[in-house]
């Protein structure tokens, strides 16, 4: 058994169920009550109230069903539940159940909160192992910063503190910070409100969402492309000026480290780097 988890896709950044849905593809073998023999198929997805299973085979509503959950490095999880619903994906053969698991001991529970923690893990490590592959590719040796950077100039609304709005250019992009060209002075340790939109004509480097065939090892296997071509939408970042450099054409430059910045907006300046990068590397930029 091949334990694969995958990047989130982009509605579920904003997951609006009671528990964290984590996406998964994961062959299992699941016992069904009234049949004679396991069923096979593919763990889409699961949290710790229940899962989505893929399967060429018509199953009832209502079936009782169990499957064991075998994390990486800890004891199989014994998971049992009832089929709640079924749908035939327009792109693909066979059915997905939505199974929701029966109530479970305390001890039960945290395994599979745990096994889910670390799959979430498990995958914004390999996220961050792509970018950093990138990285070094596109600059040709390491990347010294804690962030990586892109040069890209970048429309930026900005407001000082006690001063009113004005319109300047944002470069050197990082989820740390950037470097703000504008008309104001400013003195070093200062706050600044900054607005700006990532230009989301980069992305076009990004392959098409939906789903693709990949060969491994194990056999074919299909993986869903995540919509990293969705438009970027405004960011409201507070930050502090951290550094002044030499100014041009009459507007100083500072260096401006992000104070507020979450998860999220790390993510899509992540994505905006990425792209960036990619295209530099296949002359598409």
């Not at 607005?195 to 480097?205: G, H, Y």
């Not at 930050?239 to 100083?252: A, P, T, W």
């Amino acid at each position: 058994m091949v334990w694969l988890a995958r990047n989130p896709a982009p509605s579920e950044r904003s997951n609006q169920r009671q528990s964290y849905r984590q996406s998964v593809e994961l062959s299992i073998a699941v016992n069904v009550r009234g049949l004679p023999a396991p069923v096979y198929g593919t763990l889409i997805n699961i949290s710790e109230t229940g899962c989505r299973l893929r399967s060429l085979i018509l199953l009832d509503r209502n079936r009782i069903v169990e499957f064991e959950l075998k994390p990486p490095g800890t004891a199989p999880l014994n998971l049992r539940g009832r089929i709640l619903s079924r749908s035939t994906p327009s792109s693909e053969a066979g059915f997905e159940y939505g199974i929701a698991f029966e109530e479970s001991l305390p001890k039960q529970r945290d395994a599979l909160g745990r096994t889910i923690a670390e799959m979430q893990r498990r995958a914004a490590a390999s996220r961050v192992a792509a970018r950093e592959a990138e990285k070094i590719a596109a600059e040709g040796g390491s990347q010294r910063r804690s962030s990586l950077r892109t040069v890209i100039t970048v429309p930026v609304r900005y407001r000082p503190a006690n001063k009113p709005a004005n319109v300047g250019e944002a470069t050197d992009i990082s989820a740390g910070g950037l470097r703000l060209l504008c008309p104001d002075t400013m003195p070093i340790g200062s706050e600044i409100e900054l607005r700006f939109t990532l230009p989301s004509s980069v992305l076009k480097v990004y392959p098409a969402p939906g789903d693709r065939i990949e060969i491994t090892p194990f056999g074919q296997r299909r993986v869903r492309v995540p919509d990293n071509r969705r438009p970027f939408e405004e960011s409201t970042l507070h930050g502090q000026v951290l550094s002044r450099y030499e100014g041009r054409n009459g507007n100083e430059l500072y260096g401006v480290g992000f104070t507020d910045i979450d998860g999220y907006q790390r993510e899509e300046i992540a994505r905006f780097i990425h792209a960036v990068q990619l295209s530099r590397l296949r002359n598409t930029y």
